[in-house]
């Protein structure tokens, strides 16, 4: 079956932990992207990624990192400097050549 | 910068109604326009884009939306609504830049429908 796949589908961390929500998808698609979802502010973007080895900050970048180390994977860690991590977290990605996000089905990021 | 305004953040229609939900952008090209869906707890559905030519675009589950340039809009439209339509609803905007295909999105519609 192919798609996007997040794991876990619910995440809970003490504050001043370090955590790496899983991002994997099997369709061979070129980019792919982090969203952050709060209520009432839709999606920002964290991070986004055209090409393995490569990667560039989105809007609200400050307090995470990623890597992108194969083109099916592209892992968000959230750190201990994101002042506000409690979020529901979405990974997408585009083929090459097309313009359409497809979305996993997110991770719910529960810190306290 | 592009930007993306829903204004209506609830909007409780009646099952069978007709609905519309709308969507301005702004964009300083040709934007490319999409309507997602999403259920609650759940990732984003496409539910139709629009890149060029028609203006009047058809999606999955009898959706369909105009981009109207003169107005900057694209808003969403469905006939008759189940209840099953019943969830959120997001706008977004982009198009191909040097920086790959960056979304900018709505802050979402919320439907209730009403049996």
């Known amino acids: 079956d192919g798609g996007i796949t997040q794991s876990p589908k619910y995440l809970f961390r003490k504050e001043g932990q370090n955590v790496t929500l899983s991002c994997e998808q099997n369709?061979?698609?070129?980019?792919m992207y982090w969203y952050r979802q709060d209520p009432g502010q839709g999606l920002r973007l964290i991070y986004y990624?055209?090409?393995?080895?490569?990667?560039q900050k989105g809007d609200i970048a400050e307090g995470y990192s990623v890597s992108r180390e194969k083109k099916e994977s592209f892992p968000l860690t959230v750190t201990s400097a994101q002042k506000n991590p409690t979020a529901f977290y979405l990974c997408?990605?585009?083929?090459?050549?097309?313009?359409?996000?497809?979305f996993g089905p997110g991770t719910r990021l529960t810190v306290t | 910068a592009q930007s993306v305004t829903q204004p209506d953040i609830h909007i409780t229609v009646s099952e069978g109604a007709s609905l519309e939900l709308r969507c301005n952008y702004s964009?300083?090209?040709?934007?490319?326009l999409f309507w997602y869906v999403q259920s609650p707890g759940q990732g984003l559905q496409l539910l139709l884009k629009?890149?060029?030519?028609?203006?009047l675009v058809q999606g999955i589950k009898g959706f369909e939306a105009e981009f109207k340039r003169s107005q900057s809009s694209f808003n969403l439209r469905k006939p008759s609504v189940h209840w099953s339509d019943a969830a959120e609803y997001f706008c977004?905007?982009?198009?191909?830049?040097?920086?790959?295909?960056?979304?900018?999105f709505g802050t979402g519609t919320q439907l209730k429908v009403e049996l």
């Open positions: 997408a990605s585009t083929p090459g050549g097309e313009n359409v996000q497809y």
């Open positions: 369709l061979n698609h070129d980019a």
């Open positions: 629009y890149f060029s030519g028609d203006t």
């Open positions: 964009y300083g090209a040709t934007p490319y």
């Open positions: 990624s055209q090409i393995v080895n490569d990667f």
């Open positions: 977004a905007v982009g198009g191909l830049t040097g920086g790959g295909n960056k979304l900018t």
